[in-house]
């Protein structure tokens, strides 16, 4: 769940680039989250998915110092490639 965490990890191992993909963030996509993380509750399973706002996401690792050079956004998945200035 601590996705500033995650991140921060991420960019500060990352030498030269970083990709990363997270899906479109809607209302589907949050309900569809719902729906996984009720479903693995209901199976007694302790994972559970988050749909963490890409704005706050991309915000994290430029303070570490990425940029991103190329983003690709598609209809289930959306992919943003980072680079280190």
């Known amino acids: 769940p601590d996705v500033e965490r995650l991140l ?3 960019a500060d191992r990352t030498n ?12 589907a996509t949050r309900v569809l989250a719902g729906l996984e993380n009720a479903a693995l ?3 007694g399973k302790t994972y559970r998915a988050f749909a963490h706002p890409p704005a706050l996401m991309l915000e994290v690792l430029e303070r570490h110092g990425l940029r991103v050079v190329e983003a690709h956004r598609g209809f289930a998945w959306h992919v943003v490639v980072l680079s280190r200035s």
């Open 8 to 10: 921060a990890a991420a």
């Open 41 to 43: 509750a209901v199976r």
């Open 16 to 27: 030269r680039l970083l990709v990363f993909s997270h899906p479109p963030r809607n209302a």
